[in-house]
């Protein structure tokens, strides 16, 4: 009985080893994937957020120039919310109208953010691409009781 047991046992001698290996080549790619997802994601919650609040904040402030300003702040804050660096987002502010709060007028908010990956070196960016962009939208309206704003 013994003799037979030793016989299997060196059959799979060095087959934990192989098992291992591949289960560390299988899981190291999956793991990878799960973190790019999750970094993605976290530009797609800044992207929208940033949006959202940019044309809140536009269409809440007492000028035009306060808004604008109000609005940048709004994106800085949302990609530092979602732990990206500051510039790895770009806000662009649409009116409907020239004036940009007349009241009842649209407000349109476009945010582009800049998704690096991790793990990437910066020798492997410069050949092939390191950041996923991600871009959101959001429209609101300026209080048609309000008063017309500079």
Known sequence: MTGARDRRGAAEAGSAVVEILLAVLLLVPLVYLVAVVGRVQAGTFAAETAAREAVRAVVTAE??????????????????????????????VECE????????????????????????PGAVGAHVPAAVQVDAAHVGTVDRYAAVRP
């Not at 109208?97 to 407000?107: A, I, N, Q, R, S």
């Open 63 to 92: 000028s035009a120039d306060q808004g604008a300003a109000r609005a940048e702040a709004a994106v800085r804050i949302a990609l530092r919310d979602q732990s990206l660096p500051d510039g790895a987002g770009a806000l662009d």
């Open 97 to 120: 109208h020239p004036v940009c709060l007349t009241p009842g007028g649209e407000v349109a908010a476009v945010v582009r953010v800049s998704v690096p990956l991790p793990l990437v």
